[in-house]
């Protein structure tokens, strides 16, 4: 930055550094300067974005992923996909999220991530054929461990199997989730709904 005060990813790391010491104004300040310098950037777009996110500014955070995932040649586009689909999903905006993860899986069909959401929605829909082919999907990358279980599809591993009347499923999901993370919001759900 001495050398170039105008360098886009200089002022992007610059921001990093700060959001990961959780100095979030002066981490806001980098964004804003790296975007001046490179609006139409998806990199600075997204990992604005998912600052943004992080810290619960969901309309701005939505539009700056909005703007790297609707970039086609962006590498991570995928990502900013995810991430964009799941500031909608935090915000509320169910519908917008469900399109956006479906258009993660149609770039790769193997984000596990977007099939648990995806599989979380349609659970809340009530339609639990879709939700069980969406978890059937995650669980298979699990056994070929090219994913690994979290509180969420813990708890929806949970919800599935009491739908489909399997109390030996259910107690071994509602196991891992208590061993694997005690302190989760979704472990606390299980008990309070047990």
């Known amino acids: 930055l001495e050398i170039d005060s105008n360098a886009s990813t200089s002022l992007m790391l610059m921001a990093l550094v700060f959001q990961r010491q959780e100095e979030h104004s002066t981490a806001d300040e980098y ?7 490179a609006p139409s950037d998806a990199m600075i777009n997204n990992n604005y974005g998912v600052f943004l996110l992080n810290i619960q ?3 701005e955070a939505c539009a700056y992923l909005s703007k790297a995932a609707n970039d086609p040649l962006y590498v991570q586009r995928v990502w900013a996909l995810e991430n ?4 909608y999903d935090r915000s509320g905006q169910i519908e917008k ?7 993660v899986l149609r770039l790769s069909p193997n984000v596990a991530g ?9 659970y809340q829909r009530q339609a639990y054929g879709k939700a069980s082919n969406y978890f059937e999907r995650f669980s298979s990358l699990v056994r070929l461990r090219q994913a690994e279980h979290t509180p969420n599809s813990l708890y929806l591993g949970v919800l599935l ?8 499923k259910a107690a071994t999901y509602a196991l891992l989730l208590k061993n694997l993370y005690p302190d989760s919001v979704e472990y606390q759900r299980y008990k309070e709904a047990r």
């Open 97 to 103: 999220a469900e399109q956006a993860y479906l258009q």
């Open 161 to 168: 199997a009491r739908e489909q009347q399997d109390p030996g």
């Open 84 to 87: 964009l689909a799941s500031c």
């Open 57 to 59: 500014r969901y309309v």
């Open 31 to 37: 964004y804003k300067k790296a975007l001046s310098v």
């Open 114 to 122: 977007a099939l648990v959401a995806l599989g979380t929605i349609e």
